[in-house]
């Protein structure tokens, strides 16, 4: 028997908030998308449209720019950019209701800490593990992966259940935090590499010293990570190299940002381990090089908007 329907709100409609939210009223569950006004009209004339699997989809859903729409819901997937995590929980903070659950599906490690400090109230940390990519305005395009590690909490079991039926593989993890920690890594290493050249994770590899590059701002973040005493797979490498196998035509999330012209998250991934290894007397030499690198590039790109 099909399970009742959701009220769901997803507070920052970019690829990963329009992947999940056109997948969950894909299933039938009353899905509101917040995000800006380009989305918003293009759903409005035309449904989301959801590339995936070889065929293209057009999915029915409500889409509104204000914050006013997570009104309601009985969960809200924050999805917004790391550099927008305070102001969205200042916008969301007077229309959520007090039995709403809130999940931070977002990059970085400490935004469900950031956002829980706004609203006043639990924010369930998820990991997402998801390539895809805003191909035109309302038009998300899948590339692979699609599931979530959820952190634990009164509802967390419920809620993966029921999205693990609209086809969202979810699982709650007590080991969330360093599931994130993990994706950060990950993170740290292609980021903004892809971001610098332009390159996909498969053009990137056999590129000679660009594995040498990345392991060295692996081995800074692991030393980092060891100082906080956040636990690692021993083989933390070899997973970020099985990300770029899995995912050869991915562009980096910080790539596609620099190509629209918009402010990047390098602040809250290679920035935040330069950050902590300063607190901490951990150098992180390569991490800087590549969050600096990519501040210069954002500046470019502002001064050509500008322009």
Same mark, same amino acid.
């Given at each position: 028997?099909? !399970? &009742? +329907?959701?009220?769901?709100?997803?507070? %920052? &409609? @970019?690829?990963? @908030?329009? *992947?999940?939210?056109?997948?969950?009223? =894909?299933?039938?569950?009353? +899905?509101?998308?917040?995000?800006?006004?380009?989305?918003?009209?293009?759903?409005?004339?035309? %449904?989301?449209?959801?590339?995936?699997?070889?065929?293209?989809?057009?999915?029915?859903?409500?889409?509104?720019?204000?914050?006013?729409?997570?009104?309601?819901?009985?969960?809200?997937?924050?999805?917004?950019?790391?550099?927008?995590?305070?102001?969205?929980?200042?916008?969301?903070?007077?229309?959520?209701?007090?039995?709403?659950?809130?999940? !931070?599906?977002? /990059?970085?490690?400490?935004?469900?800490?950031?956002?829980?400090?706004?609203?006043?109230?639990?924010?369930? $940390?998820?990991?997402? *593990?998801? #390539?895809?990519?805003?191909?035109?305005?309302?038009?998300?395009?899948?590339?692979?992966? @699609?599931?979530?590690?959820?952190?634990? !909490?009164?509802?967390?079991?419920?809620?993966?259940?029921?999205?693990?039926?609209?086809?969202? $593989? &979810? =699982?709650?993890?007590?080991? #969330?935090?360093?599931?994130?920690?993990?994706?950060?890594?990950? /993170?740290?290493? *292609? /980021?903004?590499?892809?971001?610098?050249?332009?390159?996909?994770?498969?053009?990137?590899?056999?590129?000679?010293?660009?594995?040498?590059?990345?392991?060295?701002?692996?081995?800074?973040?692991?030393?980092?990570?060891?100082?906080?005493?956040?636990?690692? $797979?021993?083989?933390?490498?070899?997973?970020?190299?099985?990300?770029?196998?899995?995912? $050869?035509?991915?562009?980096? !999330?910080?790539?596609?940002?620099?190509?629209?012209?918009?402010?990047?998250?390098?602040?809250?991934?290679?920035?935040?381990? +330069?950050?902590?290894?300063?607190?901490?007397?951990?150098?992180?030499?390569?991490?800087?090089?590549?969050?600096?690198?990519?501040?210069?590039?954002?500046?470019?790109?502002? #001064?050509?908007?500008?322009?």
């Amino acid at each position: 028997m099909k !399970s &009742a +329907v959701m009220k769901i709100a997803v507070m %920052g &409609a @970019g690829a990963v @908030g329009c *992947y999940f939210g056109g997948l969950l009223a =894909r299933a039938g569950h009353d +899905v509101t998308l917040i995000g800006r006004l380009g989305h918003v009209e293009a759903i409005g004339r035309r %449904g989301l449209l959801l590339d995936m699997g070889g065929s293209r989809h057009t999915v029915p859903v409500a889409a509104t720019e204000a914050a006013a729409g997570v009104a309601g819901a009985d969960l809200v997937l924050v999805c917004v950019k790391s550099t927008d995590t305070e102001e969205a929980g200042r916008q969301m903070a007077g229309h959520l209701a007090p039995e709403c659950a809130v999940w !931070s599906l977002q /990059n970085g490690v400490d935004n469900a800490e950031r956002l829980q400090a706004v609203l006043g109230r639990q924010v369930v $940390p998820v990991v997402v *593990y998801v #390539a895809a990519e805003m191909a035109g305005q309302g038009h998300v395009r899948h590339r692979g992966r @699609g599931d979530l590690v959820v952190g634990p !909490s009164g509802t967390s079991e419920g809620l993966a259940a029921r999205l693990t039926e609209a086809g969202i $593989p &979810a =699982r709650v993890s007590g080991d #969330a935090v360093a599931a994130l920690w993990t994706k950060l890594i990950v /993170n740290c290493a *292609y /980021n903004a590499v892809s971001a610098i050249t332009g390159q996909t994770y498969g053009e990137l590899l056999p590129v000679p010293g660009i594995q040498e590059v990345m392991q060295d701002a692996v081995q800074e973040c692991t030393a980092v990570a060891m100082r906080l005493g956040v636990p690692l $797979p021993a083989d933390i490498w070899t997973t970020v190299l099985d990300v770029g196998v899995a995912m $050869p035509g991915q562009r980096s !999330s910080t790539a596609q940002d620099l190509a629209r012209g918009r402010r990047t998250e390098i602040d809250h991934l290679n920035g935040y381990i +330069v950050r902590k290894g300063l607190e901490f007397g951990v150098p992180t030499p390569v991490n800087r090089a590549m969050h600096s690198l990519v501040r210069a590039l954002e500046t470019r790109s502002a #001064a050509s908007a500008g322009g």
